[in-house]
């Protein structure tokens, strides 16, 4: 009787002690995170901060039909859509080049972690030097008699933001999916060739299924950066860049530098609510995926 509850109490102890240390992560998750985003839905939902009126939804809908908003979201959903998948082959492909290789195979994959660790001002100089009117890219153009551009200012400023964000963001899809493809035992591969599968049927039948999982931590990864290189392209482009650039936290900052907390915190608000619907998606897809192949 006396051990049993002795047990109870030292099981109760170490909730206590548990929850002591989760205290301080959850006081900085309720403070810095759910505070400051009830508050931002607070002011998304009001005239002004003076009034305080409340609108009800009023400030999402003139913000869904703000023409800035439509460009900033159609550029940003163009960004995405194209970005991310394109992070997600490369980072695959690079990694399983790099299973393959015997010699340097640390070298090459701190090649590609490199870029992670650059600043970000030195990151616009060099692109900025590639890219500008007087840039390496328009003297190659030059030299080989075709005519030059300012790529910066084109409709193809886009694909280079894209670049950017590739060259940034493949070393650590790559080491997702190098620790990924490095835990899929030997033996299934040694057995699909025993029974006669091919290069392409091992890839579709057993390395995409068991690389799945990791698949999925990396776009999710991949989708948050996305967001994070707005760091490098207001650098690149400052606050007011061209329409084919023009992003959600352009509009967001623009808001932000305008005192507008009314369409800051609803275009806030939008983005949130994307990012959860994604998150929700990823997670949905997983579960159905798994069940499928478990």
Wanted: aromatic share 18%; proline share 3%.
């Amino acid at each position: 009787m006396n051990v049993t509850i002795r047990r109870r109490n030292k099981k109760k102890y170490r909730e206590w002690v548990l929850w002591l240390l989760l205290l301080p992560s959850l006081m900085g998750m309720l403070i810095f995170y759910l505070l400051p985003f009830f508050l931002s839905m607070y002011y998304a939902m009001i005239d002004n901060v003076v009034s305080h009126r409340f609108v009800g939804l009023q400030n999402f809908i003139d913000t869904f039909h703000n023409l800035s908003f439509q460009q900033a979201l159609k550029n940003t959903a163009f960004f995405i859509l194209v970005g991310v998948p394109l992070n997600l082959i490369c980072s695959f492909t690079i990694a399983n080049l790099l299973k393959k290789v015997t010699k340097l195979k640390v070298f090459f994959g701190l090649i590609f972690l490199i870029p992670m660790i650059i600043p970000a001002g030195a990151v616009v100089f060099v692109w900025k030097s590639i890219f500008d009117v007087n840039g390496i890219l328009n003297w190659v153009l030059y030299s080989v008699g075709l005519p030059m551009k300012n790529w910066l200012e084109s409709e193809w400023v886009l694909g280079i933001v894209i670049i950017i964000f590739l060259w940034k963001n493949i070393g650590i899809g790559m080491i997702l999916f190098w620790t990924g493809l490095n835990r899929i035992p030997k033996t299934y591969y040694e057995m699909a060739r025993v029974e006669g599968g091919g290069a392409m049927g091992q890839l579709f039948h057993i390395t995409l299924v068991y690389i799945m999982p990791t698949g999925f931590v990396a776009a999710l990864l991949s989708i948050i950066n996305s967001f994070k290189i707005f760091k490098e392209i207001f650098l690149l482009f400052g606050n007011y860049p061209s329409e084919w650039v023009y992003l959600l936290q352009h509009y967001m900052n623009n808001q932000f530098l305008a005192a507008n907390a009314q369409k800051l915190s609803a275009s806030a608000g939008i983005i949130s609510a994307f990012i959860v619907s994604v998150l929700f998606f990823f997670f949905h897809s997983q579960r159905k995926l798994s069940e499928h192949f478990s």
